[in-house]
């Protein structure tokens, strides 16, 4: 068993995998894309980004917690960095919302949105794809 501190609260562990983990069981939220429990973990959106009292950033889900150690979630600087990586995936994501399937249920939609994401000061990379109508000559 470990104790860590996370934006000032103490919070015990036993064998939690890595600092996600023991951040979501102190009912601290915060934004994931890549993230799941059940699969390999790899790190790849860095949206779980977290810093610890020396002012090192990393990603939380794939960090092994250890005793002692003092992280912080939500800090000006991690801010930045979440809505810097939301607006660089959005850069090389379709930005049609409204004709996405996904639309209202898309958490990239929803992380924006939560996180203040307004404009993307980046072009879109996206290929656009558009439908070929087939007309035949009469």
Known sequence: MGVMTIDGRKVKF????NILTV?????????????????S?????????VENDKGKTFASCFEPPRDGMV????????????KLILELLLAAHCRDCTTCIKSGECQLQSLAHRMGVMDVRFENTKELHRSMTVRRRS
């Open 41 to 49: 973990v790899y790190g790849a959106c860095r949206l779980c980004t």
């Open 71 to 82: 992280i912080y979630t939500n800090t000006p600087r991690l801010m930045k960095y979440r």
């Open 23 to 39: 951040i979501r069981k102190a009912d601290i939220d915060i934004p994931t894309l890549c993230y799941h429990s059940e699969l």
């Open 14 to 17: 036993t064998d939690e995998p």
